[in-house]
């Protein structure tokens, strides 16, 4: 497929150069005929034409914009021993958390410096295990990563997803687990996909093949639902499910373990889904879900009845049994009760209901009888995350645990008794004994109390000038929660102090705190993030020309509202991969699913709430923050032309004598799969941006 690089082979038009402040900028042609009209207000696009990722002027700009930001990277003094000092930190064993299916034991492990982690299965957990799928050999750069993995109920198969060069574009491959070779079946244009195993085969969802020059690019229409038996080519897959009607909807298919029903969840954003059921031997699918309201996660089928976790009339989520028969919530019976705390998950396993809630953004897990009795909590060992995998025929299970200074170490855990016992402990080169972590809650400008963590060296002198850098996210019902970063450890071990904020719109407090900060009061999550910045400056944390901020995807647009608002409150931003042209991110890919949290511009009141904080159309002639911007050449789902055109506009009206630059990857992606030599290669350069601009010296 024709793609923006590699830039070697590409003719310039030119490398004339026009002088802006302190550096000289690559020009960007203004085509100033495009302009769209919104309701009666007339915006200009002037740098539309970046929109084409295939056009040949695009990749000569990106060629110019990349010769300078690394021209620049490369000039900076910390950036060795940066590097140096990322790849020490990294190389340490890390293992993922087993789980086991059809007898077997399966898990992730990288030996410190593999660009993927390799999956690994053995009989028992005494016997040797053997790699099953190595990533590393699919490609000589690491850029292939294996996505999700699904073994058949009688474990002879597994399919696993692979992805090339960060794109959500998958293929589908099968395995004989019995033999360990590979079968000849391949399915392609599979994107945003399960597989869920039922007789000889399976159910999965992908589009149409797509234009060739729009690949990346083309907005993403007719998701549908297929059925591939083993054995036959892909051309022969019977389609299960689909809506000619709703070119903007997924479809994901769900079987039971006992492989006697098929649930079609269709979805139109991010949040929300219809199920539709369909019994063996039943003729047509029955809708037992409607509006697009309330999620759903099913756990069990038996008789009829599904047992389901939802927040249906309990914004915190429960545990519901559904009989298809009569689906109305009011014949629902109800198995969890919703608490206070917001039910993240629920899992069967070794005949209990296992529950994860999120209390204050810190794990917690309860196990229950199945008819919801509660039996006990599992003790973690500090404020953090906790993943629990287990087999619903199993007493043996699994959990790992870690948060900002504790690596991710996994627990076995037996159901029955409750015993936890240390399985996986990693060897990293750190100290956690030297740094402390403390969770605040500050008033963002409404009064509403936000969390945030704030972590750093233990003895930190209160003097109000130490470099921070603050993070958040603040969107799609995700909850931004503790977790242990390598690449985060080089900016602790120098004084830096690293604080995460929880704002609305996430998930951290339920239903409504997620609400709180979409479409028309999406300002409620800038302002949260701004009086985050506020409260490390007025607590003497550190001060205006010593605060970084970052974020990525909706975190990214986070950065870039935030920065066009308040540019005097930071030194360094760093807008990653981010969502900049809110009048158009529903034109591209998947961008359509994305109308649910913040609204879209073909409606009026929603196009104005969105031009009036978009990053892209409130950059200003001002002096801005020394601002790396980054992005990949493969992303498909935030297109790169989001970022293209927004350092186009920060780099035209920059009065101030700061860098505002753009990264831009190659043969990488949003971010999922990419190899660890890009991400050193990234953090390395980001962190070098950091330390030169917030004077950060490493000691």
Not at 279 to 305: N, P, R, T, V, W
Not at 457 to 468: A, F, R, Y
Not at 625 to 645: G, Q
Request: hydrophobic fraction near 35%.
């Amino acid at each position: 497929m024709k793609r923006i690089l590699p830039f070697a082979l590409l003719a310039l038009f030119g490398c004339e150069k026009i002088e802006k402040t302190a550096f000289n900028y690559p020009e960007t042609r203004k085509d100033t005929t495009v302009v769209d009209d919104y309701f009666g207000t007339k915006v200009a696009d002037p740098y539309r034409w970046l929109e084409d990722d295939n056009s040949e002027e695009t990749a000569d700009w990106v060629k110019r914009q990349n010769e300078l930001t690394f021209g620049y990277l490369k000039t900076l003094p910390q950036r060795d021993k940066i590097r140096k000092r990322l790849e020490t930190l990294y190389n340490y064993e890390r293992y993922g958390t087993p789980f086991k299916k059809a007898g077997k034991f399966f898990f992730f492990k990288n030996d410190g410096m593999q660009d993927q982690s390799v999956l690994y299965v053995q009989d028992s957990l005494e016997t040797e295990p053997k790699v099953l799928i190595d990533p590393n050999t699919l490609s000589e750069d690491g850029t292939v990563a294996l996505g999700g993995t699904s073994v058949s109920k009688d474990g002879k198969y597994m399919a696993y997803q692979l992805a090339a060069s960060g794109s959500d574009w998958n293929e589908i491959h099968l395995l004989d687990l019995e033999t360990g070779e590979a079968l000849e079946e391949v399915i392609q244009w599979v994107k945003f996909s399960g597989v869920s195993w039922k007789g000889n085969g399976f159910f999965y969802s992908r589009y149409d093949a797509p234009d060739e020059a729009k690949a990346y690019s083309g907005k993403n229409e007719f998701h549908k639902v297929y059925y591939h038996e083993l054995g036959t080519s892909q051309a022969e897959d019977e389609l299960i499910y689909w809506n000619e009607k709703e070119p903007l909807r997924n479809y994901y298919a769900w079987t039971p373990y006992t492989e006697d029903c098929i649930v079609i969840f269709e979805s139109q954003s991010t949040s929300g889904v219809q199920l539709y059921y369909k019994a063996d031997g039943d003729a047509d699918f029955k809708q037992i879900a409607e509006s697009f309201d309330f999620e759903y996660s099913l756990l069990d089928h038996k008789d009829g009845k599904l047992l389901a976790s939802t927040n249906n009339g309990a914004p915190n989520y429960r545990v519901v049994e559904i009989d298809v028969k009569n689906p109305a919530p009011a014949d629902w019976k109800e198995i969890i009760v919703e608490k206070d705390e917001v039910l993240e998950g629920v899992e069967l396993a070794g005949g209990k209901l296992v529950a994860s809630y999120l209390k204050d953004v810190a794990a917690q897990m309860n196990i229950h009888e199945l008819d919801g009795t509660f039996i006990r909590s599992i003790d973690f060992p500090a404020k953090g995350t906790a993943s629990f995998n287990g087999n619903r025929e199993d007493e043996v299970a699994f959990y790992s645990f870690t948060s900002f200074t504790y690596p991710t170490t996994i627990f076995k855990y037996n159901v029955a008794t409750g015993e936890s016992e240390l399985f996986k402990e990693p060897a990293i080169d750190f100290d956690a004994d030297k740094y402390e972590v403390k969770q605040v809650f500050y008033p963002s400008k409404d009064g509403t109390k936000i969390p945030m963590f704030i972590v750093h060296k233990k003895g930190l002198e209160l003097n109000g000038s130490n470099p921070c850098l603050l993070y958040g996210y603040g969107g799609f019902n995700i909850s931004i929660k503790p977790d242990f970063r390598a690449s985060r450890l080089v900016f602790l071990e120098n004084g830096g102090i690293y604080a995460q904020a929880n704002m609305r719109g996430g998930g951290e407090y339920g239903e409504e705190w997620h609400e709180a900060g979409t479409k028309l009061k999406k300002q409620n999550v800038f302002d949260d993030f701004i009086a985050g910045a506020e409260y490390l400056i007025s607590e003497g944390y550190t001060n205006s020309d010593h605060l970084a901020i970052s974020g990525r995807s909706n975190g990214g647009l986070l950065v870039g509202a935030c920065m066009t608002q308040r540019p005097d409150l930071y030194k360094v931003c760093l807008p990653a991969v981010g969502v900049q042209d809110m009048l158009r991110f529903h034109k591209f890919t998947i961008g359509w699913a994305w109308t649910g949290d913040y609204g879209s511009s073909d409606n009026e009141d929603e196009f104005k709430a969105l031009y009036a904080y978009s990053p892209l159309h409130n950059v200003k002639k001002q002096a801005y923050p020394a601002t790396l911007v980054t992005t990949a050449d493969h992303d498909d789902r935030v297109v790169p032309a989001h970022s293209f055109k927004f350092i186009s506009e920060l780099q035209e009206k920059q009065t101030g004598d700061q860098p505002v630059m753009i990264r831009i990857d190659v043969d990488a992606g949003h971010g999922a799969g990419k190899p660890l030599s890009k991400q050193l290669d990234e953090g390395t350069d980001i962190w070098a941006f950091v330390f030169e601009h917030l004077g950060v010296v490493i000691e």
